[in-house]
T-cell receptor, first 112, second 112 residues
């Protein structure tokens, strides 16, 4: 049982480049979310999904796109990377209700 | 959406002593859930304890317990018999049936 798998673990991008952060879970969780973690700011919600075909914006959605074509996968796309998107990105999943999220191990992204 | 405030950026405790981390939250939802997560230097997010808002009884998990004051929208974490391995960032979170929001975190140092 792999849990939540994020790839890659580290990435360096040049300003203006695009890329996709991958997230997959094998627990049949309905809920999936993307967070970014910056020093002193905790985890901020980027986008979330309550099921396949359903996505919604969180606190800081600008510059990011998501889609949820299957229950298992929830990729995060950076359309045109900016230095302000340098951060650690976490994907998380959960069943609805009081179960708490299971987190992936994170992706450290640096935009130069 | 929820907002979560952790007013203590850093806390310190002597090994074997007790420490309390503070958290306040705000939400317009009547059905919501509260969590404490631990993030050690490995960066992995670990669920410590969870509480359903409709339950009056405070949750307890071994050395970890909460003081949930619903009217005051307060959800503090008490760590008893602190151990060196408890040193980490601790995040308070509040979720409803759509998404979960985090506080900025408290860095806990445990002194031997």
């Amino acid at each position: 049982n792999a849990g939540v798998t994020q790839t890659p673990k580290f990435q360096v991008l040049k300003t203006g480049q695009s890329m996709t952060l991958q997230c997959a879970q094998d627990m049949n969780h309905e809920y999936m979310s993307w967070y970014r973690q910056d020093p002193g700011m905790g985890l901020r919600l980027i986008h979330y999904s309550v099921g396949a075909g359903i996505t919604d914006q969180g606190e800081v959605p600008n510059g990011y796109n998501v889609s949820r074509s299957t229950t298992e996968d929830f990729p995060l796309r950076l359309l045109s990377a900016a230095p302000s998107q340098t951060s650690v990105y976490f994907c998380a999943s959960s069943f609805p209700g009081n179960y708490g999220y299971t987190f992936g191990s994170g992706t450290r992204l640096t935009v130069v | 959406a929820q907002t979560v405030t952790q007013s203590q950026p850093e806390m310190s405790v002597q090994e074997a002593e007790t420490v309390t981390l503070s958290c306040t939250y705000d939400t317009s939802e009547s059905d919501y859930y509260l969590f404490w997560y631990k993030q050690p230097p490995s960066r992995q997010m670990i669920l410590v304890i969870r509480q359903e808002a409709y339950k009056q009884q405070n949750a307890t998990e071994n050395r970890f317990s909460v003081n949930f004051q619903k009217a005051a929208k307060s959800f503090s974490l008490k760590i008893s018999d602190s151990q060196l391995g408890d040193a980490a960032m601790y995040f308070c979170a509040c979720g409803d049936n759509n998404d979960m929001r985090f506080g900025a975190g408290t860095r806990l140092t445990v002194k031997p």
